[in-house]
């Protein structure tokens, strides 16, 4: 008989599984209608701006890789997570897909055979990240709230401290964000958190900060909207004062308004969506999966998952020991590599 997720909470509560996890509030966020928080932030992607310069990827990585960044490992402090081509001379930064090492990757499309259109463009780039969804699947199927929507921005944020890697986040997400190190001993979930360790600092997304086209812009999510309205209204061939970085348009760049397919992607796709997107292609052209509906995932996927109560229950015990040991064995690893490293100091 399938349970709901209060069932499913109630039961895991009881075995002792999610004591301290704050599991109550999970779940009353998963029932009210998903709303946009009152100081949501994005980015507003356009698509006919972009030059594919990587620019994003590459400044994502470097900032990301400090302390308090979604690429930040201690063990590994001071180093940037490239990734380099299997084989052949190892000079770039070559990362092909979402990875453990990569938050935000710039796509290429390029029209052929039956897919060339004589009046739509022919190629396009495409940035994807984490969507930072409204109402998010992922953090709504999280046994233990490693993944959090956060209440004032909307960000969606991860704790690796409280994951035990049930890879329940990877199911749920409509989109194929949150990736796994599965290199590692003891591995985290990694996605993009909208840089939401440099916001205390005054600053905002590593991508949009480096971006020098104003293909991809930070700002508060109402006002990206009306942005994206106003950029579907433009003529083709006239020209606009595109914001650069920024919303706030304290940078601009004059160019011609190229032709825009008549839709804003994320404005209600999974029930909305606070990274938004504007393309001259369509969008499942462009590596959009054509069969996300615009219903409210958490209550999509959450039936789904509910089936399987029992198989959830174990895995968070074996994922939870697991954790445990694993993390036990590095901390004695780095205390015996520490005592080994004083007594050659000595
Ligand atoms: S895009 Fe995926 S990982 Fe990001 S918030 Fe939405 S469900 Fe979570
Ligand atoms: S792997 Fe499991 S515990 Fe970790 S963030 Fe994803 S859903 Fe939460
Ligand atoms: S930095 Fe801007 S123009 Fe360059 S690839 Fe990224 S989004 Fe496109």
Known sequence: MPINRRD?????????LLAGAGVDSAVAATEKPPQLPKDAVGILYDATLCI?????????????????????????????????????DAIYDAPLRLSGKTLCIIKAYRAE????????????????????????????????????????????TYNKHRCFGCRYCQVACPFGIPQFE??????????????NHRLAQGKFSACCEFCPTGASIFGPVEELREEAKRRLALKPGDT????????????R????????VDHIYGMDEAGGTQYLFLAGVEFNKLGFNP??????????????????????????VVGTV??????????????????????DAS
């Open 8 to 16: 499913f909470l109630k039961f895991s509560a009881g075995a002792g």
């Open 322 to 343: 697991t954790r445990l040991v694993t993390q036990r064995i590095e901390k004695n690893k780095d205390a015996n590599q520490k005592s080994t490293d004083e007594a």
């Open 113 to 156: 055979g039956d897919a060339v259109e004589p009046d739509a463009p022919h190629s396009s780039f495409i940035k994807q990240h984490c969507l930072h969804c409204i109402d998010p699947p992922c953090v709504s199927v999280c046994p233990v709230r490693a993944l959090q929507k956060q209440s004032d921005t909307g960000i969606v």
């Open 253 to 260: 760049t004059e160019k011609v308004v190229s032709r825009y």
């Open 291 to 316: 069969h996300i509906s615009n219903e409210i995932y958490p209550r999509l996927t959450w039936s789904y998952i509910s089936q399987v109560p029992a198989l959830i229950g174990t895995l968070l």
């Open 182 to 195: 599965w290199e590692k001993a003891s591995p985290s979930i990694v996605k993009c958190q909208l840089c």
């Open 240 to 251: 606009y004062n595109y914001q650069v970085q920024h919303v706030d348009g304290r940078q």
């Open 52 to 88: 594919g310069c990587m620019a994003c990827m590459v400044n994502c990585k470097r900032t990301n890789a400090e302390p308090g960044g979604a690429l930040y490992h201690r063990e590994a402090e001071g180093q940037v997570p490239y990734e380099y081509p299997e084989s052949g």
